[in-house]
């Protein structure tokens, strides 16, 4: 699968918000840990947020399986196209927006790096074919006991 722009979407554009069930760290791990790498999908994303010392961080995951929209079929790329960018709009709760990093061509495939700078390499092996692959798709270590 995989999602591609309808038409040229300039940088800095907004392209849509990675919708899902909001849940905690423990139960991501737990629906990851029920996931068959080679029959099942994975729609978990990780958001961690850091805030002032006072209040400390939160680490909340969002399960775009069941409720999710079209952001959950764009594809990773270790030379993404798009970056998702966290905020709060009247709601305690994040909002995930993805926004082009450059130009995006009508009819390219629209991507994003499923990891952070300080994420680890999972087993599982990325296809993206770019000059920056990393050969493995990244993976959040918080979600594996």
Do not use: Q
């Amino acid at each position: 699968m995989g999602v591609r722009a309808r038409e040229r979407i300039w940088k800095g554009t907004y392209i849509c918000e990675y919708l899902g069930e909001f849940i905690d760290i423990d139960e991501a791990s737990l629906r990851l840990s029920n996931t068959s790498l080679t029959t099942d999908h994975n729609y978990l994303i990780v958001v961690r947020e850091h805030f002032h010392p006072s209040i400390g961080n939160r680490v909340i995951s969002i399960d775009a399986r069941n409720s999710g929209n079209i952001a959950r079929f764009i594809n990773h790329s270790c030379d993404p196209n798009a970056c998702m960018i966290i905020g709060h709009v009247g709601s305690d709760l994040p909002r995930v927006g993805l926004f082009a990093m450059r130009d995006i061509d009508a009819n390219e495939e629209i991507c994003f790096d499923y990891g952070s700078p300080d994420s680890s390499l999972s087993s599982t092996v990325c296809h993206c074919n770019t000059a920056l692959c990393r050969n493995f798709l990244p993976e959040d270590k918080n979600l594996y006991p």
